[in-house]
């Protein structure tokens, strides 16, 4: 990763990158795993959907999502343990914009009607209220509340890992994802997470296992896109070739897999190749121009929408 005997500069370049990918940068870590920035894009296929997306960019699914088999757990028998006031109150908890949020799941939560996993979504629910509105301090104490009541929910330590990333506190971050993995090892969105932080801290042997068992279970163009870019980081640039490939075949929009595409090519000499591929990334996300240009590739003017 340190070599520059090639043309690319992996240097502040690929931090930047690598937190562009991440999210770190504005975006959410892991919020909808995976799309360009973080992926935060895929929900878990098992059943679980106690995810928060983790690919800062393109949250795929709404970050309320987490707090669906909480939703599923009250609903379920509620009827004859619950009030019909009592299930409004959990229901506004689950669906108040973040704004009036806290209050609603606070009031339910203070009504002391509910137990278990039903208040342990109320703490998800206020816990990404919370988040939202950028009181992550008050969102970790939610999240954590959350798993003393449910400790065996793959989701929640997911959620929290995602906000671990926010804060940049990568090693509990990387804890959580781990803690969600051992629960549900086939959690393809905390592979993908745990994935993007392994390559954030320079562990690309780990990072390329969470991305290649990921695409094993649930193959994306995300992924694909992702596990590209560490290749082109070890300079495999074949490799890096294939999953980019594989990547605009599956979703053609993608701006960042023509990006590493065109760093691909550049490594195996394919100068036309590389800069084509560099007009179409920039074509797709302007942003990318100034990464471009860093690298040492004449990035060309983006053109007029």
């Known amino acids: 990763m340190d070599s520059r005997r090639h043309v690319f500069a992996w240097g502040g370049l690929q931090l930047a990158l690598v937190a ?16 360009a920035a973080y992926p935060d894009h895929q929900q878990p296929k098992d059943g ?26 009250a609903a379920c028998g509620a009827a004859e343990n619950f009030t019909a006031d009592q299930l409004a109150l959990y229901d506004k908890c ?18 002391k009607a509910f137990k278990g996993m039903q208040l342990a979504g109320l703490h998800v629910n206020r816990a990404n209220a919370y988040d939202a509105n950028g009181d992550k301090g008050s969102a970790l104490k939610d999240y954590n509340r959350a798993l003393e009541l449910a400790p065996d929910n793959a989701g929640i330590y997911y959620n929290r890992g995602v ?9 509990s971050a990387l804890k959580d994802y781990n803690a969600a993995l051992r629960i549900n090892p086939t959690y393809v969105a905390a592979l993908n997470n745990r ?36 290749y082109v980081q070890q300079h495999e640039f074949q490799r890096a070739l294939d999953d980019e490939n594989a990547a605009i075949h599956l979703d053609p929009s993608i701006a960042l897999a023509y990006f ?7 490594g195996l000499g394919a100068g036309d190749k590389a800069s084509a591929d ?8 302007p942003s990318l121009e100034k990464f471009i240009k860093l690298n040492g590739q004449g990035a060309a003017p983006t053109p007029p929408k």
């Open 20 to 35: 562009l990918l991440l999210g770190v940068s504005g975006a959410v870590l892991a919020e909808d795993p995976p799309r």
């Open 48 to 73: 679980d959907p106690m995810s928060r997306s983790s690919h800062g960019r393109r949250r795929a699914q709404s970050r309320w999502m987490v707090a669906l088999t909480f939703a599923l757990a």
């Open 94 to 111: 689950e669906t108040s914009p973040p704004a009036a949020q806290v209050r609603a799941c606070s009031t339910a939560i203070d009504s």
């Open 163 to 171: 906000l671990f990333v926010t804060q940049g506190n990568y090693d």
């Open 195 to 230: 994935g993007r932080l392994y390559a954030f801290i320079h562990n690309n042997s780990a990072a390329l296992a969470d991305y290649s068992e990921a695409i094993r279970l649930e193959p994306s163009a995300p992924l694909y896109q992702e596990r590209g870019s560490v």
């Open 260 to 266: 590493f595409r065109s760093m691909a090519y550049g």
């Open 278 to 285: 560099a007009k179409t990334a920039v074509h797709l996300d």
